[in-house]
T-cell receptor
Framework: GDSVTQMEGPVTLSEEAFLTINCTYT??????LFWYVQYPGEGLQLLLK?????DKGSNKGFEATYRKETTSFHLEKGSVQVSDSAVYFC???????????FGTGTSLTVIP | DAGITQSPRHKVTETGTPVTLRCHQT?????MYWYRQDPGHGLRLIHY???????DKGEVSDGYSVSRSKTEDFLLTLESATSSQTSVYFC?????????????FGPGTRLLVL
């Protein structure tokens, strides 16, 4: 079935470090892929998305590229800030059906 | 902002009591969802709706029922709350752009069942 696997956390980085959070997926066809961010006490916010192979989603310095050959959608940021501390969720929406599938989330803490 | 509100935002209740959570949207989206979020499990789908009076079960539907009598409101009911239903509950809508959909979330309801 359709599913998403993302790297376990928690991840702790120093400010200005490079961030990678790995996400791989299992799905038939060409799903849409998403990264959501959740700040403490809040709901999930869409961070970026990609809808077809080789698309790059980007927002607020974060990027992720839809790699169909490796079924991956890794999240990257070149220089993290303390304000990026949050939980990050990878998700997919198959191109058929009505459901979305989420990873278990990766907690990121950025220290000054 | 997809115009999603949830009420109540926080609730404490006792085992065995009924509880209803409300999700309200202002933009006439067809699809609405209820998830629960628990440590180590991420988000799990409880029920979803694809129109007025049209609903379907998700991964963890046991112990929950839903109703959607009008487009803007999607209600989640715990008929007899149990401690295992202590969780944070999120409502979401699905918005289409061309043939692709994106999901947007409400702020969540934190439920404690004693």
């Amino acid at each position: 079935g359709d599913s998403v696997t993302q790297m376990e956390g928690p991840v702790t980085l120093s400010e200005e470090a490079f961030l990678t959070i790995n996400c791989t997926y299992t799905a038939t066809g060409y799903p849409s892929l998403f990264w959501y961010v959740q700040y403490p006490g809040e709901g999930l916010q869409l961070l970026l998305k990609a809808t077809k192979a080789d698309d790059k989603g980007s927002n607020k310095g974060f990027e992720a590229t839809y790699r169909k050959e490796t079924t991956s959608f890794h999240l990257e940021k070149g220089s993290v800030q303390v304000s990026d501390s949050a939980v990050y969720f990878c998700a997919l929406k198959p191109n058929t059906g009505n459901q979305f599938y989420f990873g278990t989330g990766t907690s990121l803490t950025v220290i000054p | 902002d997809a115009g999603i509100t949830q009420s109540p935002r926080h609730k404490v209740t006792e085992t065995g009591t009924p509880v209803t959570l409300r999700c309200h949207q202002t933009e006439n989206h067809r699809y609405m969802y209820w998830y629960r979020q628990d440590p180590g499990h991420g988000l799990r789908l409880i029920h979803y709706s694809y129109g007025v009076k049209d609903t379907d079960k998700g991964e963890v539907s046991d112990g929950y029922s839903v109703s959607r009598s009008k487009t803007e409101d999607f209600l989640l009911t715990l008929e007899s709350a149990t401690s295992s239903q202590t969780s944070v509950y999120f409502c979401a809508i699905s918005e289409s752009s061309g043939s692709r959909e994106t999901q947007y979330f409400g702020p969540g309801t934190r439920l404690l069942v004693l």
